[in-house]
């Protein structure tokens, strides 16, 4: 391999338990024997005594311990049989490899608790659950092999090569954060017109229309009669503020009465001022021929409907489902071919925000599973559809072999897909178009 060292690694395993059948046995050392040789094929030098029956100089009541001091990792492929050697609940005509291997493996714990968790690896092969692990080893990483292919110990690989999947972003120097002085009001506020505005603001609210005489906005006033007091910088202040206030109410009424109806609705439902208050029409009469009824209308229902649409279509259903979630059915998705379960679909649905989405789990590690969600058209709604394909990897970690999709709005009815395929891009099982509809519990 071009002059290339890879890592060493002693697969520490037991070769059958004590309930096992014959043909239990003969199918747990093929795991073994695949997953080592696995690992060869990815750049690691493995030891496993299955290999070395044959050889001549071995001397078996030594070679687990020397493997042990020697490698640079121990790989314990956990099973019953193995969890109970570590404990010394085994039967004491049976393991002594393995007991040999476990007590060493205690002696680098006690001489160094770190140099141990790093030696030594758990690993789960298929049909191997977490509750195999000795209560006292769950301080190490465990890794769970989901395939015997590359993609099925990869998390394993990265682990042993030190490459996270998610690499560590280089870090930048401290950004300029420069401290505000004083007497560098001035300064700002040319700087950053938002921040004149809102000083301007304040100084209004706080009684000091001095500070604020520089602004181009002022409003030129006419010099008063004689006799009577200059007025004053708050008063030119105020000025602004009323005129600005006189003359945006009448452009607003202008407008009003040019399309009162639909421009009131409009104008109530962004602004929602005290404007829009119930109160009784203006009659027609010889001084007022052209009275405007100023009564607000309520909004149509289907505009409701398209507003509450836009604001969650498309979107994490988070902030949805922490008021709670009904699930409206839960199915299997099968591998293609088979029988066996590949993954479980939920069509989940939010009540507070009448909104519908999918969550998947599954149990293809570094598969893609492309969640799909869809309402058509109608009841004032729009059609709109939310695909989400997503890599589903790293099962190691808690949780990762879970995914949601995007919400959609669906007072009623969505249809919904799932389809999951393999590290190839091969399909590896899928769940068809369905309908599923969101009905309420009766009150």
Not at 31 to 47: A, C, I, P, R, Y
Not at 48 to 67: A, K, N
Not at 266 to 278: G, L
Request: charged share 20%; net charge negative.
């Amino acid at each position: 391999m071009n002059g290339f060292v890879g890592p060493t690694a002693l697969v520490s395993w037991a070769h059958r338990d004590e309930d096992w059948s014959d043909l239990q046995s003969e199918e747990w050392i093929e795991k073994v024997v695949q997953f080592s040789t696995l690992l060869m094929s990815n750049g690691v030098t493995v030891s496993l005594d299955l290999w070395s029956e044959t050889d001549p100089d071995v001397d078996w009541t030594r070679w687990g311990q020397r493997q042990v001091q020697n490698c640079d990792l121990v790989l314990i492929l956990v099973s019953d049989a193995w969890r109970q050697r570590w404990e010394g609940t085994n039967s004491p005509h049976l393991g002594a490899g393995v007991v040999s291997e476990a007590d060493t493996l205690k002696g680098v714990f006690n001489e160094d608790q770190l140099a141990f968790q790093r030696k030594a690896l758990l690993v789960l092969l298929p049909g191997v659950g977490k509750e195999s692990i000795p209560l006292d080893l769950h301080r190490l990483q465990w890794y769970r092999i989901t395939s015997m292919d590359a993609r099925g110990i990869e998390p394993l690989l990265r682990r042993i090569y030190g490459r996270p999947l998610h690499a560590r972003p280089v870090r930048k120097d401290a950004p300029e954060l420069p401290a505000k002085l004083p007497g560098d009001a001035a300064h700002g506020a040319a700087s950053s017109p938002i921040a004149a505005k809102r000083g301007e603001l304040d100084e209004i609210k706080a009684g000091d229309p001095d500070a604020g005489s520089s602004s181009d906005h002022s409003v030129s006033l006419s010099k008063p009669p004689l006799g009577e007091a200059p007025r004053t910088r708050k008063g030119s202040l105020w000025a602004k503020v009323t005129i600005g206030g006189v003359v945006a109410a009448l452009i607003t009424f202008a407008a009003f009465a040019n399309n009162a109806s639909g421009a009131l609705k409009n104008f109530c439902d962004m602004a929602r001022w005290s404007v829009c208050s119930t109160s009784p029409s203006p009659s027609a009469s010889p001084n007022n021929p052209t009275a405007v009824d100023v009564t607000p209308q309520p909004l149509p229902p289907e505009t409701d409907q398209a507003k509450l649409a836009a604001a969650y279509d498309g979107t994490n259903p988070s902030g949805c489902a922490d008021a709670g979630t009904s699930t409206i059915d839960t199915l299997q998705i099968k591998r293609l071919g088979t029988d066996n379960p590949l993954a479980t679909v939920q069509i989940k649905h939010a009540p507070k925000c009448n909104t519908t989405w999918v969550r998947v789990i599954n149990t293809l590690d570094g598969s893609t599973v492309n969640k799909v969600v869809e309402r058509r058209a109608g009841d004032g709604l729009a059609a709109f559809k939310s695909e989400v394909p997503e890599f589903s990897g790293n099962f190691s970690i808690p949780g990762r072999n879970t995914s949601y999709g995007n919400q959609v709005y669906a007072p009623g009815c969505v249809t919904a897909s799932v389809q999951i395929t393999d590290a190839a891009g091969s399909l590896a099982g899928e769940l068809p178009p369905q309908e599923f509809c969101w009905i309420s519990p009766p009150s």
